[in-house]
């Protein structure tokens, strides 16, 4: 047996061991300590652990002791969290650790292994495993929403560390046989090791951009909305310039046909003058006073019109509220887009929404149903778009989730006898005073 090779196993080993406890402890804390005495705790951490694993005689009972200890303190010292949570945090990963390295070492020993080779790719094995329970945790443990790769991409990332494991054992059976190659065993141990640490974290990389993309994919609905909203703001204030500017000769010609008492010439311009102004108005459905929900609500409604929907509308909002504008077109916008999607997909008789929206004791209720075929549920419980393009749709839902999500809010949704429902519910204690 090399003993340099030994060496290197000895001091690597520790290392990565090191590495996952780190992943273990920004999964489960959320406040770092940045104190200078972490870095002395971590060093005497790993020292420890190299001592054990170049083969100096510690007892089973000291060394978990130790073990318990140095792991307490390298997480009093680097995270900010009460006593309780440590001494939990500290004893769960060592029991999780001690039972994959007893379950490995089982499995090792029925298949035949003994002796180094037991000890070295029992450790190996085990790291690897512990260093997926990290990535795991810390993709779970703290909340995150991030999206979920592709099944391909999955079994992709998967496939690495089932391969490196297998690789291990038929290593170490060949080494069992063949001492001379003990030196390669070794060395491919830390090469393999390295590989897997590479795979977790470009499976870690390729999650925060895929959450990216979802992010930029949802500002570009906000932006979108916005656009609409200040495109009917826009047209508004036109006619209304359009009409102040023409009020004087109106009014001189209106006063002409008084003078000659001209009742029904006036009778006549008078209506017209109605007419032409109708012609730019969509239908007012929503006059609560909120300008972006009557904007986006009255918009809504004139595309219902174009094509043969029947819109209901019922809005008792007061003219300011205590939420974002971005986030109100947001929830406006998509639960009425989404709807609208749902009726032109029916037949024309069969065509309606009806939109529900009030604001009491600093509660905001929207309540928007309408007529829908059959939605499916993806694996998640969620329901999916019926468009072609998943990737740029069916992401309405999900951003009506995430704009309510500040205030501490609700989205239900529900599919019952070809009624699709979508409720919100939204806390002004916790929005813009």
Partial sequence: ????????????????????????????????????????????????????????????????????????????????????????????????????????????????????????????????????????????????????????????????????????????????????????????????????????????????????????????QELELLSRQAEEREAYDRQTRIIRHDIKNHMTGLLGMLQDSNIEQMEEYIRLMLQDTAEYRPQDVSRSGNAVVDVIVNYKCSQAHKDNIKFNANVFLPATLPFRAGHLAIVFGNLLDNALEACREMESEKRWINIEASYTKEVLMVSVCNSSQVRKRDRDGRYTTTKNDHCFHGLGLYSVGQAVEPYCGQLEVEYRDGVFRAAVVMYGCYGEK
Wanted: aromatic share 12%; hydrophobic share 50%; with cysteine.
């Fill in 1 to 220: 047996m090399n003993p340099i090779c030994l060496v290197l196993g000895g001091l690597f080993f520790p290392c990565f061991q090191l590495l996952t406890i780190h992943r273990f402890m920004n999964a489960f804390f959320h406040a770092p300590r940045q104190t200078p005495i972490r870095y002395v705790v971590w060093i005497a951490y790993y020292l420890f652990l190299a001592t054990s694993q170049l083969g100096a005689n510690i007892p089973p009972s000291t060394f978990l002791a130790c073990n318990a200890l140095l792991l307490f303190a390298t997480c009093t010292f680097s995270c900010q969290s009460g006593i309780g949570n440590r001494c939990i945090f500290s004893l769960l990963v060592l029991a999780v650790w001690m039972m994959t390295e007893v379950v490995i070492g089982i499995i090792l020993s029925l298949i035949g292994m003994n002796g180094w080779g037991l000890d070295t790719a029992g450790t190996a094995i085990s790291n690897v495993l512990m260093f997926a329970g990290s990535v795991i945790a810390s993709h779970y443990a703290k909340g995150n929403s991030r999206p979920e790769l592709s099944v391909q991409c999955m079994v992709a990332i998967v496939f690495i560390p089932a391969s490196t494991i297998f690789l291990m054992h038929r290593i170490f059976l060949i080494v069992m046989e063949h001492v001379e190659y003990s030196a390669f065993a070794i060395s491919s141990s830390l090469i393999l090791l390295l590989l897997d640490y590479t795979a977790f974290e470009v499976f870690d990389q390729m999650t925060k951009n895929a959450s990216v993309q979802e992010r930029n994919r949802l500002y570009e």
